[in-house]
Every structure is written in C-alpha cells, then in structure tokens.
C-alpha cells in the first residue's frame, strides 16, 4: 500500500513540474534587437538582425556573411544555410548544435534558431568556431551588443563626383596613395567599372551615396587582393583618364565633344557589334575526361565532335570566323577558354557538355547562364563541371570564383546577361525540335560556373543529354544523334543572330 501511495505521489510531482516547465516555456520571451559591427578605420556601424531569448544573443547568420563579405548559399529544404570562408564551406542547421566545415566538425552548446525562414546562431558560440577561419580579429561585448573587427582596415573611404568644362571629375578617397597602375577604369553599357588593387572599400559608406548628377547606382565588391566598384551612369562617356594623387584617385569622365567626330566614331564601332566571330568550347580533355558512361564513352569525346560539326554548319552557311577552344584531345584551364575567346574577339561563347546524375533515370536537356544558383540541382551541376581546376596547375586561383559577390561583380561587368538568357531559350527550343528528347526541369537555369566568368560576350553552356542515363548515352554514342545536337546549335546561333544584328547596318 505505501509503495502505491509512493509511486502516486512521484506521477503528482511530475505532473506538476511538467506544467510549471510548459509554463515556462511559454513565458520565454524573444526580443528583435540589432547587433553593431564595427570595423577598424570606419566610424559607420553596419547592423545585424539579431533576436534575445533566454538572455542569449542569437544573430542572422545570413547578415552576418554579407557584413564580412563571405559567400553565402541556403538550402531552403534542408533547412542549411552555407557561408564559405576562403575554401572552407562552413555548413549551419536549424536545431542541430554540430557545425560542419568541410570535414571537421564543431559542436556548439546551443543550438541554432529559426525565425521567419532564417537562421540565427547563438553568436558568441558561433563566433568561437568560425574565428580560426577568419582572416580579421573579432572582439563581441555581448552586453553592449558591439563587435569590433580588427586587422582589415579599409583604404578606399567615399566618392564624389564633380562637374568640370567638358564633363565630370570622379574622386575617389582614399587613406594611402595608389598608383596609375594600381588603377584599371573602364566603360560597358552604362557602367563605369574600376578596379584598385590592393584597395579594400567601405561598402557601407559607398552604397549610402545618393544620386549624384551622373551617378544612379554604386555597387561595390571587395575580394581579396583588389577592389570593384562599378557607377550606374546616366549619361553618356566619351572617354577615361585616371590620376592618382596622396589621398585620391581621381577619374575624369569626358562627355563634350564635337559632334561630327562622335559620329565617326559610332560608324567606326558598328561593325564591332556584329556577330562575326564564334567560340565554340568542346567541354573537357586531355587528363580530364568528364562524364564516363557505362559503356566507358567519355564527355571529352563526345563534346568535341558535336563542336567540330557545328563549327563545319556554320563556317558553311552564316560565312562568320568559328574557332573551337580545343581541336583535339588536349587539356585547357577553364579561365583559359574565356581568356581565348576575348583575345579572338569572340562575339558568341558556347560551351558544350554533357549531364550525368547519381539518379540514372534522369534525362533531358539543359542550357546554363552564369549566375549565383541555389537550387541543389544547380549547386550539384556547377560543382561538377567546376571540378575540373583540380587537373590544374594552380587551382588555388578560382578560390574567390564561387563567391556570391565575384559572381555578382562578373555578370555588373559583362552586362550580357540578357543577351544570353535570350539565347539559352533558343537553345533548348531549338534542341527539344531536333532531338525529341525532353527539356530537363525548367531548362534554363543559373549557376556559378567558372568557365563562363569572364567572357565579355553572351555566353552560354549546354548539357546536351544524360551520359548516366543509359537510353540517352546509346544515343549520345551515334554521329546521327551528335549531328542533331549540333543542327539545333547552329539553328539557335543562326536565330540569335538575325535578332540581335536587326537595325545594326
């Protein structure tokens, strides 16, 4: 009988404590607050979205990537959220205290948040894993909700703009002095793009700008060696001149000038727009086969016969200059076959692959334009394609490559985007009418891939067929099913180009 009164009286006290922790519970209380960042050399605070629960600062692990210029990718379905510190992808779940960076693993004493579809980190703790990564000192005093960073002063510090007798006088101000050569300034479609190395800017005090006169917009990028800032203009250039002075880099913008000779220079430029010079990039070769199929054919095979044969179609029929960034089983960097395609004036880059997927029933094809994916299939694709720089000599150049923010940089700087979303859906028309075979998900898609960062032309790459799957790869070994790859390519360019050189005599 005792026994029983006993145990009854254990189940009363955990009823009890069980509803005194719901209450509890319920009684926790959430506070949005904002945690200060700042770095040393700038007064300007930049701000975190951060929430206080249970006396514990818990920050926007998003925000906090874009503060310190870190690339950043999320996984919406899995609940991840990625930043990249250099080459080290550190991975965050909701829930789940383990921190993954690369192989190594961290286990925090909290676990992170979730609110309104982010993330947030207990920030003290989160901090504490990723400061061995960091390239800066980081200081929190949690109390006064301040970070202070360390060690990565800024020496580009605002820009003005001035008017003068036959335009505009650009300064940009500076903490040191830098030198002509340290100086590169150029204009494409609007944009004033320059580039100082060894410059490390202020985002926050270029961004705040306001329209000034002949600037719109400033977007500024900063990588490791140099910084990127590109002006939005609304008037016309005629041309550049850069000086450099202790605390200055000055730009002179010239936009006066005698208008018979501003017209002999737009007829001069005309024929500069026409499309009369192809590249064709076969996808891989040399110690670098690509895809294998199950029969042992490889991607490098196959890409550069549909390239040889669409190079032929073109030649023939639209009289225009083709040129092949490989003519035979040879290996080449990927940043090698843009830099090829800008030497030889290339008006039109396409690079040419072929899928594979651990499900082997996928099937299609697909068409490509640069851009930060981040859906997994584009995460998946790029980083096969982009696993090529390990048969380089130095791959340790792509780093910054899948930075959000160099991608970013490299689609402000070529401004071609439109141009080759126009031509990957001619693409993947054109390819669904001659090869019946069907359009992989929604067929055009964007991703971070390095072979297209840095062609000054549209430019697009295309996964003809699934060398995984075993229907596509039989019809990926027959010359027939090649040639009909390579007639929708030429009929697409054929397409692309009566559109776009419509008006241009």
């Not at 400033?218 to 203009?233: C, R, T």
């Amino acid at each position: 009988m005792m026994v029983k009164k006993h145990n009854i009286l254990k189940l009363v006290c955990v009823f009890f404590l069980l509803i005194y922790t719901a209450k509890s519970v319920s009684q926790t209380t959430i506070t949005k607050t904002q945690v200060y960042v700042y770095f040393a050399g700038s007064s300007k605070p930049y701000m975190i979205s951060s929430l206080l629960k249970d006396g514990i600062i818990y920050s926007s692990l998003k925000e906090l990537a874009q503060v310190f210029h870190l690339g950043y990718y999320e996984n919406r379905e899995k609940r991840k959220e990625v930043i990249r510190i250099g080459s080290k992808n550190i991975t965050t779940t909701v829930y789940n205290p383990f921190i993954l960076a690369d192989d190594n693993v961290y286990q925090m004493p909290l676990v992170p948040y979730e609110s309104e579809g982010r993330i947030y980190v207990p920030l003290a703790h989160y901090l504490n894993v990723i400061k061995k990564y960091l390239p800066q000192k980081v200081e929190l005093n949690v109390d006064r909700l301040r970070m202070k960073v360390y060690g990565s002063l800024f020496n580009i510090l605002a820009v003005d703009i001035g008017e003068k007798e036959n335009g505009y006088l650009l300064t940009i101000h500076t903490s040191n002095k830098f030198s002509k050569s340290d100086v590169d300034a150029s204009i494409r479609h609007g944009w004033l793009n320059v580039t100082i190395y060894r410059g490390k800017l202020d985002s926050l005090a270029l961004t705040s700008k306001k329209k000034d006169k002949i600037i719109d917009q400033i977007l500024p990028f900063q990588f490791e060696k140099s910084a990127y800032i590109s002006f939005k203009l609304n008037k016309k250039i005629l041309s550049t001149k850069v000086y450099t002075t202790d605390n200055e880099i000055q730009i002179s913008l010239r936009t006066k000038e005698a208008v018979n000779i501003a017209s002999t220079v737009l007829d001069g430029r005309k024929k500069k727009w026409l499309i009369d010079t192809i590249v064709i990039d076969p996808g891989h070769g040399g110690r670098q086969p690509g895809c294998i199929g199950q029969t042992g054919i490889t991607e490098k095979e196959i890409t550069l016969d549909i390239a040889k044969k669409l190079k032929s179609l073109l030649e023939k029929n639209l009289k225009v200059k083709v040129l092949l960034t490989r003519n035979s089983d040879k290996f080449m960097g990927l940043r090698d076959r843009t830099q090829f395609a800008n030497k030889n004036n290339g008006k039109l880059f396409i690079s040419i692959h072929a899928n594979a997927s651990p499900n082997r029933k996928a099937r299609g094809f697909s068409t490509w334009v640069l851009g930060h994916g981040k859906s997994e299939q584009a995460l998946q694709v790029a980083e096969k394609e982009n696993s090529v720089i390990q048969f380089e000599d130095s791959p340790e150049t792509y780093k910054n490559f899948g930075d959000a923010a160099h991608i970013l940089n490299a689609i402000a700087n070529s401004s071609y985007q439109k141009e080759s979303m126009d031509l990957a859906q001619i693409v993947n028309k054109e390819l669904g009418k001659y090869t019946k075979i069907p359009m992989w998900g929604k067929g055009v898609y964007q991703a971070g891939f390095y072979v297209l960062i840095g062609a000054a032309m549209p430019r697009i790459l295309v996964e003809t067929a699934f060398l995984s799957n075993k229907y596509e790869e039989r019809l990926l070994r027959t010359k027939s099913f090649r040639r009909k790859i390579a007639i929708a390519l030429y009929e697409s360019i054929k397409k692309f180009k009566t559109k776009y050189e419509k008006g241009i005599d």
